[in-house]
Structures are given as structure tokens and as C-alpha cells.
């Protein structure tokens, strides 16, 4: 049994780049100068503790949007009031929690913003408390990456037949509501989208404070959604970009009246990790030339089930690491999942790969190898951290590769007998079975 237990060896692995990380935060800082921002990581967009620590250490604050992103990023080390919560199902023991920490939490609905009122007249906490709103401004290139269509399920829709009165009924019942949080999406929204949805949160901001008579709402959380680019290696829009397109759209966003929270995931990360993952075979299928290698649909989901919306570069190297020159051909990059779908490219022009070559998925540093999937129970891969800076590239361990006794104990292996109900009458039916020759 023991003898059996021989892991997947090495043949795929996430890596991530620590320098990379820390100078796309110096972007982000940078773009908006002198202005009062919180920057928050999504931690969705790569949910492991080193990363998340490198981030805390570099000043970032953290979005969370569930007890497991929470915890870690507790354990990461971002102090409570600078991590925020956002996901659109709390319980109400998770707020319990997120309230006795003092995280910031931004209610979805105003079912959520009841609860929160009466876990705060049990018990005072130091939480900033905010409410998301759904500009509906519309949806970006991408369905299922637009929270702000006309009925996206997140936040409370802002233009629907009396909704704003309700927000403005909501605040003024609820003094301890002072912020007011927008996300338009993530990938393929436009600057402008997000520029107008941050627009409406503002317009919504200054009412609220009007009928107030005082400045109630005193931080925006304006979300993350820099779209990134996955065509090659400029990186574009930039925060700067960003920046330019917020003050055109909402000129009075960065006057220091207001604090503000963004909370930006992919464009801080994608395009500081790749994927490496080996070539085990190659084929020829009805004339169609396909490499076998281990990044699938395990690692790259998004790309495998939406490839039109999800396309990721491929680079092509040798068994030793160098840059492979053999002659171009058009081939498809399947993975090792057992289903005819799981292809990271289909019908690109790359040079002849043969077994043994590594195939590299670029821009793959957010919601990729971070986020793996269990199908087919393959391990989840290692990441590795590097870093330049120095003499020479060192390298640290940032997740272990799953080991198969791992696999075999989320798989319920130490409850292996729970289904046997009848355990006793069937192994007593199978010995007499037995005994009579049947
Ligand atoms: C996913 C998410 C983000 C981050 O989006 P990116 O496209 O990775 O920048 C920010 N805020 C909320 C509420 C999110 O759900």
C-alpha cells in the first residue's frame, strides 16, 4: 500500500515573482499619489498565505469573501482594519465574527444590513460598515465577469423603481452605515464602465450627506477590475490609466473629502506568475498534431471551459530550460483531465513540442495555479517563489504540492467504512453466498 503512494513528481508547478508583486503595489501607489487610499488585495485572485504576507509587509490592505479568505488573511498578518469583507452570502456567525475583529464589512443586500443592526445592538464593534451598491451600469465583454448589469446578483440595484429612496432610508435609519461600496467587474469591463459606476456611488455619496446634513458616508470602497492585458507582455490599461479615467469621470473623487478603498486582484498579480508544466506524449488525431502535458482544466478552468474569453499565451521550452527553437506547427495543449475539453490551446502555432519539452502558461499569476480544481482528485500543484533581485535567482516554496495521502484524506479515506449500512447483513450474505458455490 505504502509503496503505491508515488505522487505526481514535479510535472507541473506555479511560480510566482516577488519582485514583480512588490513593484506592480509601487504602480498602484504611485498612480494615486498623495490621495487618502487603502489599497486592498482581492485575496481570491491568489489565496496563499506567503503572497498574501508579502503583500501585508508591502503596506496593502486585504478583501475577503469568505471565513476561509478571512482566516488567512489573518494569518498573513493585514491588521483588522485594514482587511474588508465582502462576500454577497455572510452568515450570521461570520458577521459575528468579522464584527468582533473589527474587519470593515460591506453589507449586499438590506436583509444582510439587518442583521448587522441587531449583532450591533448586542454588541459594539469598531468595523467600518458599508453597503454595496449595483450601479447597473451595465455589463463588460465578459457576462460572467460583470457584477453591474441590470440584474447582476451582487449589491443593491441603485436603478430600479425606488431603490435610491430606499438606500437613502436605509442610511438614514442606520447612522453607523458610513461607507458605500461599488465593484463594476472584473475582466473585460472598460475604464470607462468602471469610471461610471464609481460615479454613480459618488452622486449617491454627496445625497446621502445632503439629507443627512452632515458627512455620514465618509469612504468609498470603489472595487478592483483593472482589466489586464493577455496578449503579450505590456502592461496595459495601467493604474495610471485608471487614475486618469477616475478624474476625468468623477473630478472631485480624490479631493480628500472622501477616503477610499479599492481593491484591485488580478491586475496585481496575473502577470507576475506562470505556469510550467511538462510534455508527457504526442500525437497525431485525424490530422490534428496534440501535445499530452499536465496543465489542464485542474489549473487553467476559466481558459478551458470559456477559451474565447480566457485565451492565455503558451511559451515553448526544452527539457533544460532554454528557450525551444525547433520549427512552428499548429498543434492543441491538452491536459491530463479526462475530458475531450481540456485543451489551455486549440490549434496554435507554437514550435513542434515533444515529450519532455515545458510548456509555460504566462500571465497566469491571479486565479489560475492559486485556484485549483480537484478534478479527476489531481494533486494541486506546487507554487514556487523567485526573486532577481541579488546575485542569483533564489527560489522559495510558497504551497507544497498536494501529496496522494492528502488526496486520500479529503477524499473521506478515514470514513471509508460510511456507506457500508449494512455492512454486517452483506458481509454475512457474501460468506454464505460463498460457502454455497454460488
Ligand atoms: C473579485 C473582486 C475584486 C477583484 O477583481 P479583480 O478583477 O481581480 O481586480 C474586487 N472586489 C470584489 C468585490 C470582487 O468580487
Known sequence: MRSGLVGSAHVVAGFVDADGIQESVRDLRRAFGDAPVLHTFAAKAASLV???????????????ASPGELAQAVVAGFPPDRIVLDSPAKTRAELAHALALGVSVNADNFAELDRIGELLAAKMSTSV???RINPQVGAGAIDAMS????????????????????????????????RLHVHVGSQ??????IGEGVRAAFE???????????????????????????????????YADYVRQLRAAVPELLSGRYGLVTEFGRSLVAKNGFTAAVVEYT?????????????????????????????????????DGRPKHAPECVQDVAGPCCFAGDLVARGRTL???APGDVVVLLDTGGYYFSTPWSYNSLARPAVHGFTTHGPEIRFATVRREQTLAEILAESGASQADALLFRNADSTAAHARLVQTGA
Open 50 to 64: 506567503p503572497v498574501l504576507r508579502l503583500l501585508a509587509r508591502s503596506g496593502m490592505g486585504c478583501e475577503v
Open 129 to 131: 460598515l458599508g453597503l
Open 147 to 178: 457584477t453591474a448589469s441590470l440584474s447582476s446578483k451582487f449589491g443593491v440595484p441603485l436603478r430600479d423603481l425606488g431603490a435610491r429612496q430606499r438606500i437613502l432610508k436605509a442610511f438614514a435609519e442606520r447612522p453607523w452605515l458610513t
Open 188 to 193: 473585460g469591463c472598460s475604464l470607462e464602465l
Open 204 to 238: 449617491l455619496a454627496e445625497e446621502i450627506n445632503t439629507v443627512a446634513g452632515r458627512q455620514q458616508v465618509t469612504s468609498l470602497d470603489i472595487g478592483g477590475g483593472l482589466p489586464v492585458n493577455f496578449d503579450d507582455d505590456e502592461i496595459r490599461p495601467t
Open 283 to 319: 500525437k497525431d488525431t485525424g490530422g490534428r498534431r496534440i501535445a499530452l502535458t499536465h496543465a489542464g482544466a485542474h489549473i487553467a478552468t476559466r481558459t478551458v471551459f470559456m477559451p474565447e474569453a480566457w485565451p492565455l499565451r503558451i511559451a515553448v521550452y526544452d527539457s
Open 351 to 353: 514550435p513542434e513540442l
